[in-house]
C-alpha cells in the first residue's frame, strides 16, 4: 500500500493565482482531512470528509475549498492564492475520526 | 477555549538519558489524545492513542500515559533516531464543532551521542 499520497511536493504560485492540491489515499478509508502547519502553531484543522459526498469545515477553512466525489480522493482547491495561505499542507486519512490519522508527506506552498 | 500545550518546547538529552514529554489539555469532553512524531520535512507519523484517565502504551523506548489532564510520553535509554519533534493532539468533537484534531506545538527533541 502506498499509503496516503500528495501532490506536488513543492508549489510557488503568485498572489490571485488558484490551484488544487492532490491527495488520495488506498487503504479504503471514510475519513479524510486536510491540515497547514505553519512555524510556531500547531496544525490546525482546514477541512474534513467523513464520507464520499460529504464535506465540513475545519478550524481555518477561509479561502479553501475541497469536494469528495471518491473514497480515494480528497482535493484541497485554493481559488485566489494569498500571501497568508503560505505553509505546509498535510492531507490525511483513517478508518474514522475516533482512530488515528494516517500523514501524507505534505505539499509545501509559497505565495508571492 | 479548548487548548493542548506541551512542554517543554525543546529538549536536548544524551544518549541514554531517560525524560518525560509533557502534555496537557483543558477540553470539556476528550474523545481521545494521540501523540506524533515528525521528522524535518516530512508528515506526522503516528505512535500512539490513548482514550481513557490511566491508559498505558508502549512501544520500544517509548511509553504514553494519559490523566484526566495531562499525558506524557516517557523516553527509555533513548538513542539518536529518536531525535524528532513530538506532537500530541486531541480529538474534541462534541457532537457541535468540526471533527478533527487539535495539536500542540510540539516538543523538538534531541538526543545528542
Known amino acids: 500500500n502506498a499509503g496516503v499520497t500528495q501532490t506536488p511536493k513543492f508549489q510557488v504560485l503568485k498572489t490571485g493565482q488558484s490551484m488544487t492540491l492532490q491527495c488520495a489515499q488506498d487503504?479504503?478509508?471514510?475519513?479524510m482531512s486536510w491540515y497547514r502547519q505553519d512555524p510556531g502553531m500547531g496544525l490546525r484543522l482546514i477541512h474534513y470528509s467523513v464520507g464520499a459526498g460529504i464535506t465540513d469545515q475545519g478550524e481555518v477553512p477561509n479561502g479553501y475549498n475541497v469536494s469528495r466525489s471518491t473514497t480515494e480522493d480528497f482535493p484541497l482547491r485554493l481559488l485566489s492564492a494569498a500571501p497568508s495561505q503560505t505553509s505546509v499542507y498535510f492531507c490525511?486519512?483513517?478508518?474514522?475520526?475516533?482512530?488515528?490519522?494516517?500523514f501524507g508527506p505534505g505539499t509545501r506552498l509559497t505565495v508571492t | 477555549e479548548d487548548q493542548v500545550t506541551q512542554s517543554p518546547e525543546a529538549l536536548r538529552l544524551q544518549e541514554g538519558e531517560s525524560s518525560s514529554l509533557n502534555c496537557s489539555y483543558t477540553v470539556s469532553g476528550l474523545r481521545g489524545l494521540f501523540w506524533y512524531r515528525q521528522d524535518p520535512g516530512k508528515g506526522p507519523e503516528f505512535l500512539f492513542t490513548l482514550y481513557s484517565a490511566g491508559e498505558e502504551k508502549e512501544k520500544e523506548r517509548l511509553k504514553a500515559t494519559l490523566t484526566k489532564k495531562e499525558s506524557f510520553l516517557h523516553i527509555t535509554a533513548p538513542k539518536p533516531e529518536d531525535s524528532a519533534t513530538y506532537l500530541c493532539?486531541?480529538?474534541?468533537?462534541?457532537?457541535?464543532?468540526?471533527?478533527?484534531?487539535?495539536f500542540g506545538k510540539g516538543t523538538h527533541l534531541i538526543i545528542q551521542p
Open positions: 487503504m479504503n478509508h471514510e475519513y
Open positions: 493532539a486531541v480529538r474534541l468533537y462534541s457532537g457541535g464543532g468540526a471533527d478533527g484534531l487539535t
Open positions: 490525511a486519512s483513517s478508518h474514522g475520526s475516533i482512530y488515528e490519522q494516517y
